[in-house]
């Protein structure tokens, strides 16, 4: 029997340094291509108060009701003063549960790239990751007093029926925060 030499490594013990040393390698080097990707730009909005860049200011996204007697929350336009490629947007939030960005298809219709529901943060970063010139924010849902009568927004805000609008209160965002690619 031949005696092991004192400087052999283990066969697990050398699986793991390589593990560990791939698995680090890889996140450095994804965070030296993520970190200045992005940066802010200034943008316009249907509702003025979401890109003032004032954060004591929030403006209100109302419902309105349809034909069919059912509430709806208005769709909030972003525009870009060109077309760039955005990464993503922060929602400064006050009294918001959910929402969805949508991006302007070729075919004339709107593509969904992100959505989220019973949002609780006041910061949410929403993905767009579309060339755009413009794209869209529609709310689904706002929060809502545990004391209300009727349907909780949590739920599907286009139920909502002509009697539950007294019950229910426009969505608040502070401010909007768009982040796109450097040219």
Request: charge should be negative; proline fraction near 5%; charged fraction near 25%.
């Amino acid at each position: 029997m031949t005696p092991r030499p004192r400087h052999a490594t283990p066969v697990g013990a050398m699986t793991l340094c390589v593990f560990v040393s791939v698995a680090c390698g890889c996140a450095v080097i994804q965070q030296a291509f993520e970190e200045p990707v992005s940066e802010m730009i200034s943008v316009t909005c249907t509702v003025a108060e979401l890109a003032d860049g004032d954060m004591a200011t929030s403006g209100e996204v109302g419902f309105r009701v349809g034909d069919s007697g059912q509430a709806m929350y208005d769709m909030i336009t972003i525009r870009l003063p060109e077309k760039r490629f955005v990464r993503h947007v922060d929602v400064h939030a006050l009294r918001l549960a959910g929402f969805s960005i949508y991006v302007p298809h070729r075919d004339g219709r709107r593509r969904l790239t992100w959505t989220g529901s019973e949002l609780r943060r006041d910061t949410i970063r929403a993905k767009v990751g579309a060339e755009v010139e413009e794209f869209y924010l529609h709310v689904r849902s706002a929060e809502v007093h545990p004391d209300v009568v009727g349907k909780a927004l949590a739920g599907n805000p286009t139920s909502i029926q002509m009697r539950d609008v007294n019950d229910y209160k426009p969505a608040l965002i502070r401010e909007l925060e768009v982040f796109a690619r450097p040219e």
